[in-house]
């Protein structure tokens, strides 16, 4: 009686450590596709950070072009500011020999020969000023673009490298869940390999 139920007893055993081995090979299988699943995740970050950094390098480069653009832009107004001074003046002394024939310093008399000579100088010189003021504007409106380009650019760049941080904290997570899973999976193949041979001593 009392072998019978010892046999009994192991063959209940036995079936239960078989139960758990399947039980454990299964979550082994688990414990795999999610390794390899991060693994996965992992492997598709790390492209998309190198992608990025790449952009960021090119970008960088083009930047390059553009970043001396608000030193010019200050140096073309601060001449603005001058010539468009210097304009003022010819234009106001221009007016001046227009509504005046007397001096009003001395009082004296204005005569014809000077005050075409002086319209004449003055028209010449309002001419020039006013081709190099178009032309200045135009170079002001140049930067300016350059400007906003660089901007855009540099905003771009800003927005990478905030996707890249991001990525790379989303690979820290995933790579501590891969060791987290692999410890556990080594755990469970430890205890599989015990519940293996305990099972064929009760063969």
């Known amino acids: 009686m009392c072998i019978r139920d ?16 399947r039980r ?9 596709k999610q390794i390899e699943e991060y693994q996965a995740t992992e492997t598709c970050g790390t492209e998309e950070v190198l992608i990025l950094t790449q952009q960021i390098e090119r970008l960088n480069k083009e930047m390059k072009e553009y970043s001396k653009s608000s030193e010019k832009l200050k140096k ?40 075409a000579t002086m319209t004449d100088d003055l028209d010449d010189k309002i001419k020039d000023i006013s081709l190099g003021k178009d032309e200045l504007l135009e170079a002001i409106e140049g930067e300016e ?16 490298n905030t996707t890249i941080s991001h990525t790379n904290f989303q690979l820290m997570t995933i790579r501590k869940q891969i060791t987290d899973v692999a410890v556990s ?19």
């Open 24 to 32: 454990t090979e299964e979550d082994i299988k688990k414990k795999q």
């Open 6 to 21: 010892s046999k009994d007893k192991i063959e209940l055993q036995k079936q239960h450590m078989l139960t758990l081995e």
């Open 76 to 115: 073309l107004n601060t001449f603005l500011i001058k010539l468009t001074h210097k304009l003022n003046t010819c234009e106001k002394d221009r007016k001046f020999f227009e509504d005046h024939d007397v001096c009003p310093t001395c009082s004296q008399e204005l005569e014809d020969e000077f005050v």
């Open 185 to 203: 999976y080594t755990h469970l193949r430890a205890h599989e390999t015990l519940r293996y041979l305990v099972c064929r001593l009760l063969l």
């Open 145 to 160: 673009k350059r400007l906003e380009k660089f901007t855009e650019l540099s905003t771009e760049v800003n927005n990478i």
